[in-house]
């Protein structure tokens, strides 16, 4: 089981997304992606998002706001928990990331990126102010099923 994270900085209408195309033999390789990463040893989701921002961005972020929990089952032939975040409140001047390229985009244009499929699915959920659970199920790169929980 991978434990994860994901943020989505917002900031006039935008939000920070990471295109990944710099890392080699990298699971989300063309995609687009909020920032995030998988928790080291001991951490919490939000120490975690907290550092891979810091990491991928070169930003310090606060306050978090939590969204809810995704959870992808059997992806890449393990279950992955991913608890999402946003932050509208960060300080710092944005640096390279050795992932991929970071660009502001317009929160309109977010869907016509290429995202994994869940991700055209969830996104509209962080406007609606509620917390969710949801299990996606992929097969590859498809995407075959959901459940979706809100509280």
């Known amino acids: 089981m ?13 939000t920070l ?6 890392k080699t033999n990298d699971l989300h390789a063309g995609k687009w992606n ?5 928790l080291e040893p001991g951490e919490s989701p ?5 550092r891979e921002v810091r990491e991928e961005a070169g930003l310090e972020i606060s306050p978090l706001r939590y969204h809810g929990l995704l959870i992808f089952a059997d992806f890449a032939g393990e279950d992955w928990f991913v608890w999402v975040f946003t ?8 640096t390279e990331s050795s992932e991929g390229d970071l660009k502001w985009i317009p ?13 055209h699915i969830f ?8 917390i969710f659970s949801a299990r996606f199920q992929y097969h ?5 099923g959901y459940e979706v929980a809100f509280y």
């Not at 997304?17 to 710099?22: A, C, D, E, G």
């Not at 939000?46 to 907290?50: H, L, R, S, T």
């Not at 929160?107 to 991700?119: G, H, I, M």
């Open 140 to 144: 590859g790169d498809e995407m075959f």
């Open 17 to 22: 997304m990471l295109h990944r195309i710099k």
């Open 107 to 119: 929160d309109e244009e977010l869907t016509s990126l290429n995202l994994w499929p869940s991700d």
């Open 46 to 50: 939000e120490q975690c998002v907290i």
């Open 87 to 94: 932050a509208d409140t960060f300080r710092g001047d944005l």
């Open 2 to 14: 991978k434990l994860a994270t994901l943020c989505y900085l917002k900031q006039n209408g935008e």
């Open 123 to 130: 996104l509209p959920w962080l406007e609606t102010g509620k």
């Open 34 to 38: 909020g920032l995030g990463g998988k």
